[in-house]
C-alpha cells in the first residue's frame, strides 16, 4: 500500500500534539473523490479540536476541514483526473480524515470544480471563508436590505473578508478588537469606524448610529452576544458565526430581557452546501480582477504547520494562515 505524510493528532494539547507521520495513502471508492492537496487554509475550528474543545470529534484523527488541490480520481463521478478542486467541511477532519495530509479522501457532494489563474496558496485561503462570509451575511443577515454592519471580531480571518464583501456591497462598516495596535489595518481594509472590544461596546454603538447597527455580525459569541443585541436598532439582524470568546453556552439567557424589541437573532453553523459551485467561482473570479480585496494571512510549508498552530495560539495571523505542499 502507498504510504504519505500526515499529521495525526492523538491526544488534545499544544501544537506539538499533531505529529507528522508516514500513515497510508487512502483508496479511491464510489462517491469518493481522492484529491492530491497542494495547499489548505487553517481554521479555528481545528483549533478548539486540537484543544479538545470539539467533543464530538474522536482521536487520532488528521485534522484539517478544507483543501485545494487537484483530483486523482473521482470514481462514478464527473470529475476528471487533473482538474483543480477544493473540498469543504462535510464531516472532513472531523467524522473521517482531512487535509493536514499528503491525500485527502472526500465526498462527491463537498468537492466545487473550480477554474482559476489564482496560484493554489492563495486560492485555498478562500473557499471556506468565503462559504462562512457569505453565509453569514447573505442567508443570515440579509445584507441586501441593510445600510450598515458592526463587525465583532474583525480582526479574524472570517473578519477581514467580511468585510471585503460587506464594502462590495456597499456597506458602512464598523468594526471591533480587542488591540487598537490593528485599527489602521481595519481601516485600510474597508472600516469606516473601529472600537476596542473590551465586551460592551452599545454605548458607543449608539453614539455612531443612533437607533443601533442595521446589522450585527457576532464572531466573538456568547460572551459579547447580549451586548450585540443592545448594539442593534429595531427591525436590524443580529448573527452569530463565531465563537473567539471560546464559549459555546450563555449561562443565563433570559429572553424578554436579552432580546430587544424587534431586534432579530439568528445565527450561522456553516455548511458546504450553503454556498453553490457557480457562486463560489463568481467570488473567486471576483478576487482574480482585484475587485474583491481579500486579505490573506502568513503562508508555512507543510512540515512547519505546528508553528502556524502556534501563531494562532497567539491571535498574530491577522489573515487566514495557509499551508502548502510541495509541487
Ligand atoms: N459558523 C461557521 O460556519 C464558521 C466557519 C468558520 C469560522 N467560524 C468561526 O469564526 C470565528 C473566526 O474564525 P477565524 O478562523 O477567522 O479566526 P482567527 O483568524 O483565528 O481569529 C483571530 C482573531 O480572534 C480574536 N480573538 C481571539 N481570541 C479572542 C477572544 N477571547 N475574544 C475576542 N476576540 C478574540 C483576535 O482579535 P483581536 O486580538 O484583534 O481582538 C484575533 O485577531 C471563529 O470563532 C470560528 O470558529 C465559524
Redesign the pocket.
Known amino acids: 500500500m502507498s504510504k504519505m505524510r500526515a499529521f495525526v493528532i492523538s491526544e488534545p494539547g499544544g501544537p506539538e500534539k499533531l505529529e507528522l507521520m508516514e500513515v497510508e495513502r487512502p483508496l479511491a471508492k464510489p462517491g469518493w473523490v481522492l484529491i492530491r492537496n497542494r495547499a489548505f487554509g487553517l481554521?479555528?475550528?481545528e483549533w478548539f479540536t486540537r484543544r479538545g474543545d470539539s467533543p464530538s470529534v474522536s482521536f487520532p484523527r488528521v485534522l484539517g476541514i478544507e483543501c485545494v488541490g487537484e483530483v486523482v480520481a473521482a470514481m462514478d463521478s464527473d470529475l476528471e483526473s487533473g482538474q483543480t478542486v477544493a473540498a469543504i467541511m462535510g464531516g472532513m477532519g472531523r467524522d473521517f480524515d482531512g487535509s493536514y495530509a499528503e491525500y485527502v479522501l472526500v465526498p462527491r457532494d463537498i468537492v466545487f470544480p473550480l477554474q482559476t489563474e489564482l496560484e493554489l496558496p492563495v486560492l485555498a485561503a478562500l473557499p471556506?471563508m468565503l462559504q462562512?462570509v457569505h453565509g453569514s451575511l447573505y442567508t443570515g443577515l440579509e445584507i441586501g436590505r441593510a445600510q450598515n454592519i458592526l463587525i465583532r471580531?474583525a480582526?479574524?480571518?472570517?473578519?477581514f473578508a467580511s468585510i471585503a464583501i460587506a464594502k462590495s456591497a456597499g456597506l458602512e462598516i464598523t468594526a471591533t478588537?480587542?488591540?487598537l495596535a490593528?485599527a489602521d489595518e481595519l481601516l485600510a481594509a474597508g472600516a469606516i469606524h473601529v472600537i476596542e472590544?473590551k465586551g460592551s461596546i452599545s454605548l458607543q454603538a449608539r453614539k455612531l448610529y443612533s437607533p443601533g447597527f442595521d446589522r450585527v455580525l457576532e464572531?466573538?459569541?456568547t460572551t459579547t452576544l447580549l451586548d450585540s443585541l443592545q448594539s442593534c436598532r429595531p427591525g436590524g439582524i443580529v448573527c452569530m458565526?463565531?465563537?473567539?470568546?471560546?464559549e459555546w453556552v450563555l449561562p443565563e439567557f433570559a429572553p424578554m430581557d436579552a432580546i430587544p424589541t424587534g431586534v432579530k437573532l439568528t445565527s450561522?453553523?456553516?455548511g458546504a452546501m450553503d454556498i453553490t459551485q457557480a457562486q463560489l467561482q463568481q467570488y473567486i473570479e471576483l478576487v482574480e480582477k482585484g475587485a474583491l480585496n481579500i486579505r490573506m494571512g502568513p503562508r508555512f510549508a507543510f512540515t512547519e504547520l505546528q508553528q502556524a498552530h502556534a501563531l494562532?495560539d497567539e491571535?498574530r495571523?491577522?489573515g487566514k494562515i495557509v499551508i502548502t505542499l510541495d509541487p
Open positions: 481554521n479555528r475550528s471556506e462562512t471580531g480582526t479574524s480571518s472570517i473578519g478588537t480587542r488591540n490593528k472590544d464572531l466573538i459569541g458565526t463565531g465563537i473567539l470568546g471560546g450561522y453553523s456553516g494562532m491571535n495571523a491577522n
